[in-house]
């Protein structure tokens, strides 16, 4: 399943032209807390990139819930990974799929959201991150100075108190212009 494909067929509903990189998601799952998860959330998975990095760290017998509005990212998604439970829909409605998390990672394109749907999925997220849970985000370097983005830092301050930053991880797409080797 390309995500080149989907963006291109449905770009409001895809957020990101190529896949993220290996290197991003283990950057990203490494230091927030699933080796000691008993149920991990992942918004937006797309084609997996994510989902297979947290895979590799999830402890036996700990869920991984994985919330895609892509139908045809979530059907390839199910069928290569059939221990993930796959939920077809979107994050606006979270908490009526998942009672609760020790970890919520998204790969939701956050600052093409309007404030209205960014504020939504935050609630929901907020409903069902357990208390001591991490929630882990990505977003573009270049992308920080746009409204949305701002906006979406300042509600992510106001609903945890702590937000915090990781290094960037600059190969994080994947298109021929900037492969990565396994």
Do not use: K
């Amino acid at each position: 399943m390309s995500i080149t494909r989907e963006f291109l067929r449905a770009p409001a509903h895809t957020g990101a032209i190529a896949a993220s990189s290996r290197r991003l998601a283990a950057a990203m799952v490494a230091a927030i807390g699933v080796e000691r998860a008993a149920h991990v959330v992942e918004l937006g998975p797309g084609t997996g990139v994510f989902t297979e990095a947290l895979l590799a760290r999830l402890r036996p017998g700990a869920r991984l819930t994985a919330v895609e509005v892509n139908p045809r990212l979530a059907d390839a998604l199910a069928r290569r990974h059939e221990g993930v439970e796959v939920i077809t829909g979107s994050a606006e409605h979270l908490a009526r799929h998942v009672r609760t998390a020790d970890v919520v990672v998204s790969g939701l394109p956050w600052a093409l959201f309007p404030r209205a749907r960014q504020e939504r999925v935050l609630d929901q997220v907020g409903e069902v991150v357990a208390p001591g849970g991490r929630f882990a985000t990505s977003a573009y370097p270049h992308a920080a100075w746009l409204p949305a983005a701002r906006r979406f830092e300042a509600a992510l301050a106001r609903r945890f108190g702590f937000v915090g930053r990781s290094r960037v991880v600059w190969a994080t797409c994947r298109p021929p212009a900037c492969t990565e080797r396994p």
